[in-house]
């Protein structure tokens, strides 16, 4: 499970600071120095780990603690704070040429990156954005590497422009920007060879690209279990060539992605995408806060508390209704269909659960409840929820057999699939009802999970 | 075989001035050195990984009295190599132990004991190259781009060139044109390949390769594997029946399972580690990419945390830059010069 020790550390820590009633020096030096050591094993750079624990020891010492939250609290709202100013507020979008001008997009990182994946599949987005896309095989080194984006490229149905291995990368990519205007493309993406960025005449082929053709966009790929490398390749292929934004390849694995944190720290420049698997659909947008918040561990939990403590200013109406609902336990199928797609936008339900606090530590364990929910299950379960009527979704206690097995044909399932959802909505009922307890920040009086804010 | 030498030539090229000095003494060192070739290469991949490592310790080991920050400093420069929290702890605590039995008192002279306390530590499971005595199955397996399938196409040649029948089995059927790119290193190192279809089961590749094997009397049987994330269940699994297949089709073969880790890569190894020793008994790790700036303090972090042996290290993209790991080398090239020298003269 991702980051699932960095919870738990953190989680340590700040309870050991729960007790205490004001935040003192003392405290925050101790508290800060399980979060150094839990961002090191995040494989966050020791340099900007320093310096981050430097800037919230600025912060934290002598800073009041605001009304109605702990010191330990109070301590996690400003590294969480710091985090996210690390990583950036918001999140990145490629930017295009206006008009029919082409945009020409360059890959580039280290061998193994993930580079010639990540090309097609950026073809494949931008494709569905309604871009025509070229795809430019400049890797004449790595054996098959042509071959790979090729085939690739067939899968995405996006075009393909190659000239073997025999030419130089520059005279491809000069040859291949010819060719797209000829044939009306106004997306070129360049994939090129896997490089280490110490190697100067491999560096220089990708800034004789940049001369020869107008490069609009570099894109740095980087593993996401990149280690303490991650700072000095950052920037390096940034000084060296000049880069404008950074995927993150490999994220569906369990790195915590530390690196992420390092690299936006030392270049400054936006994670636009992530790869998060291996079907060339698997790219998702980047949103610093989220990544930060993941990195820092508790971070769907603060997400959620974010979103709660934001609507309560917004409507406080509506959000005192939906409360009032989790607290009374009533709570329909459509909420549960509404809550069902924003885990799902989360990273799934198994991740935010195994990020709540006291979840990931008490006695479910992360396999345990992956091994419960897998994705299968939950999409037929939005399907029979869909096959209810509106009455039906509001109303839970009108499902009779008849109903149910109207339900059941109309998801394609068993009924007896039908009855046991029916059957684990009341218990998860009975878990929201909880929840509440959980949020004792705003209305829970004594939660057994407090949050941090 | 034409590629091949394109990268030699820009292997040479870029190395700068001051590496090319260096390689002169060097090389006047290591003549009359027998595992010179080694060496050299170890060293002069290894060129940068040391000069971060020793552009730290350097500093370092000036006859200063030893105090905390000198250990905080070292302990600094192992997490910047990747080396990971508790081998980094673990390394000063011994050198600490040290250092009061020894009753030294300056920092120069910690040097040798700290090299001492690496070099065990890297020591604590010494590899062994059994498949090189008998008829053997090897398994290459590790997360996307680590760096197999060139490892593959290395350790062929090096069987090869020991007189071994060494075959080829490409059973990564996912990535599109993997297969191809191990078809140009079976034809670089000369060797039997056998090869599948994209999408066709991988299991049932590794089988048609065990008949194969038996048949022709092939000593060494390389097998390529897709890459793939070690938290992915399905894939794990997938290997595990790729590892039963060679037990039960093969069963006279001796089968090493070989985990490739990227030399950049951080603490995620151990997890990478965990997870493929479960589903494979992996056997040995091979430590790709060192001829970059990476320092493969990793190497620290798997042996204090799992009992595999490092046995192959990677320092370059040529047919023949894979390298038997060795604890001494690879400590001492993360040490300086002068020390070098003395270690080769010695």
Known sequence: ?453 | MEENLINEEINEEEITEEEVKEEEIKEEDIKEEKKGGFFRRLVKGLTKTRDSIVGGFEDLFTASEIDEDFYDEIEEILIMSDAGMEASEEIIEELKERVKQRHVKKTDECRELLKEVMTESLMKNPPDYPYEEKRSVILVVGVNGAGKTTTVGKLALKLKDQGKKTMIVAADTFRAAAVEQLNVWADRAGVDFIKCNEGQDPASVVYDAMQAAKARNTDAVICDTAGRLHNKKNLMNELEKITRIINREHPDAYVETLLVLDGATGQNAISQAREFLNASKVTGVVITKLDGTAKGGIAFAIQNSLSIPVKYIGVGEAIDDLQKFDAKDFVDALFDKSTEEEDVNA
């Not at chain 1, 320093?50 to 912060?59: G, H, L």
């Not at chain 1, 279990?225 to 934004?245: C, H």
């Not at chain 1, 989790?326 to 329909?332: I, Q, R, T, W, Y």
């Not at chain 1, 839970?396 to 097995?405: A, E, F, I």
């Open chain 1, 1 to 453: 499970m991702a980051f699932e020790s960095l919870t738990e550390k953190l989680q340590n820590v700040f309870k050991s600071l729960k007790s205490k009633g004001r935040l003192t020096e003392a405290d925050v030096k101790t508290a800060l120095k399980e979060v150094k050591l839990a961002l090191l094993e995040a494989d966050v750079n020791f340099k900007v780990v320093k310096q981050f624990i430097r800037s919230v020891e600025e912060r934290a010492v002598g800073q009041d603690v605001m009304n109605g939250l702990n010191p330990g609290q109070m301590v996690i709202k400003i590294v969480n704070e710091e985090m996210i100013n690390l990583m950036g507020s918001e999140t990145c979008e490629l930017e295009f040429q206006p008009g029919k001008a082409i945009t020409v997009i360059m890959m580039c990182g280290l061998q193994g990156a993930g580079k010639t994946t990540t090309a097609a599949k950026i073809a494949g987005k931008l494709k569905l954005k309604g871009k025509k896309c070229l795809l430019v095989g400049c890797d004449i080194y790595r054996p098959a590497a042509i071959k790979q984006l090729e085939i690739n490229a067939s899968k995405q149905e996006v075009d393909m422009f190659s000239m073997g291995d025999s030419h130089k990368a520059s005279d491809i990519a000069a040859a291949a920007m010819a060719h797209a205007e000829k044939n009306g493309h106004n997306i070129v993406i360049i994939d090129t060879a896997g490089r280490l960025q110490i190697d100067d005449d491999m560096m220089k082929e990708l800034t004789d690209i940049k001369e020869r053709v107008n490069v609009h966009q570099t894109l740095l790929v980087v593993d996401a279990m990149t280690g303490q490398e991650a700072v000095n390749v950052a920037d390096t292929f940034n000084k060296k060539v000049g880069i404008d934004g950074v995927i993150l390849s490999k994220m569906d694995g369990d790195a915590r992605g530390g690196a992420a944190l390092s690299i936006k720290a030392v270049t400054d420049k936006p994670i636009i995408y992530v790869g998060m698997g291996e079907k060339l659909s698997d790219l998702e947008q980047f949103h610093p806060d989220r990544m930060a918040n993941r990195i820092l561990g508790m971070g769907d939990v603060l997400t959620l508390i974010e979103k709660a403590q934001e609507n309560l200013d917004i409507d406080e109406d509506r959000d005192k209704e939906t409360l009032r609902k989790l607290k009374k336990g009533k709570f329909d199928f459509e909420d549960y269909l509404e809550s069902m797609n924003q885990m799902k936008k989360m990273g799934g339900l198994s991740s935010i659960l195994g990020m709540m606090p006291g979840m990931g530590m008490g006695g479910l364990k992360a396999g345990d409840i992956e091994s419960q929910i897998d994705d299968k299950k939950l999409s037929r379960v939005e399907a029979i929820i869909l096959s209810m009527t509106k009455e039906e979704r509001h109303d839970p206690s009108l499902l009779n057999p008849s109903r149910k097995h109207r339900i059941a044909k109309g998801a394609g399932v068993d009924i007896a699939e039908v009855n046991r959802f029916i059957k684990q909505f009341e218990q998860s009922k009975k878990m929201m009802k909880q929840l509440p307890g959980m949020m004792g920040g705003f209305g829970g009086k004594k939660g057994r999970f407090k949050l941090p804010f």
